[in-house]
């Protein structure tokens, strides 16, 4: 049961309290409160407390949570998370706006921190908001808070397709990006239909379906309002097309970031500004043997940056394309410059998109004019290192939220 289980059974033992009046006391929900009592839940610093005071418990509940208090982010994570259980819990069978208000802010909240915390995680926080979603579509509710949870189960559907690609795992990509679509065009919702063809589009991508992941990217832009998703989504056509065609899709997307009139759909993650839109311009850049060209649009993205929510990922990417550019130079020093951010990363954010890239360096390093230079090849080896933790990192990470996920 655990320290914290066994007081708080013993004060409500004490008190003659069962679950369901403490909890209406508090208030919160029972099931919660039995999480509590059993151990499979640690509560809030703030929430032991309040079952200090309604059980008269003299502190001692608080003083164990402090003893092994976590980090703010999970304690934020634990209100939020009981705050929607409570808001569930007394909207019984027809879900009400408080709910729909708060998973949606969750689910936003989640997109943006995607931009800067490691991804597992974030992915656990998206599986759960999806699952509070599905369990109240069982249920009946009116029709307009159906349509809204439709529209909320299809960015989370989104957000966990866009994450599991990072992954590198693209069977749960496309079935994640599927559900989304069928959320969205169940609510006729065209900025969550965009996220969803998004998503989709990258995971063509990945795959190697460069005209499946092109035409997905398209279909979204064309269908998707005037929102910086808009602007992703020609990014996306553009880095799938070959040239000239990738160049008149990025001219989509520059008209696309000077039309955007709301942002509705899903920000953090699924937005695109001027760092990320150069970032797309620097690989089609490179596709075409610009080099000069890539640097300057890597310069500009660091001249944009201070002004932009840049998640960490973009950053990278920009790194390593100017990397690229300054090997094909010829210049191994600015190349290896260029890599050194990208290869301090922590292990846990060496997404999947970041180590593809990059593998793609090692035969440049070991080519001529760098084959027999002892520089290249120890930058080929902490590559190589880099990606195989990487590796690693993901499939620990994948099987403990396997584990976390099941009951």
Known sequence: MGDFGDELARLMAARGLGVRELARRVPCNPGYISSLRSGGKQPSAVLAERLDDVLAG??????????????????????????????QWTETTNVGPGTIEQLDEEIQQIARDYLTLPPGPLISRASQVSRRVFGLLRGHQRLRYRRDLYV?????????AWAAGDQWQLPAAAAQGRAALIL???????GARGLALCAL??????????????????????????????VLLACQEADASGLPAAHEAMGRAVSAAGEIAQDDAL???????????????????????????????????AECGPGEQVGYGTWAQ????????????????GAAEQFAPVLALPPDR?????????????PMLSAAPYGREGRAAGLAEQIGVYCREAASTRMLALRQMGDGGRG
């Not at 909320?152 to 966990?160: E, Q, R, V």
């Not at 969205?184 to 065209?190: F, K």
């Not at 190697?208 to 269908?223: F, V």
């Not at 920009?318 to 020093?333: D, F, M, P, V, Y």
């Open 350 to 362: 060496r997404l999947a998109t970041l180590t593809s890239r990059l593998g793609a360096v090692v």
């Open 318 to 333: 920009i790194s390593i394309g100017a990397g690229i550019a300054h090997l094909r130079a010829g210049e191994l020093e």
């Open 152 to 160: 909320i189960g299809a960015k989370a559907s989104a957000f966990l």
């Open 267 to 301: 920000a953090g993650v699924f937005g695109c500004g001027q760092v990320r839109l150069a970032n797309y311009l620097m690989g089609i850049y490179l596709r075409a043997g610009e080099s000069g060209a890539a640097l300057k649009a890597a310069s500009h993205a």
């Open 201 to 230: 589009s990258k995971t063509a991508f990945w795959e190697g379906r460069r005209q499946k992941a092109r035409d997905l990217a398209r279909e979204g832009y064309d269908d998707c309002p005037p929102t910086s998703t808009r």
């Open 58 to 87: 003299g502190g001692s509940l608080a003083a164990l949570v402090r003893k092994s208090e976590p980090g703010e982010r999970a304690v934020l994570d634990e209100l939020v998370g009981q705050a929607v259980e409570f808001g």
């Open 184 to 190: 969205a065009d169940e609510a006729d919702h065209a």
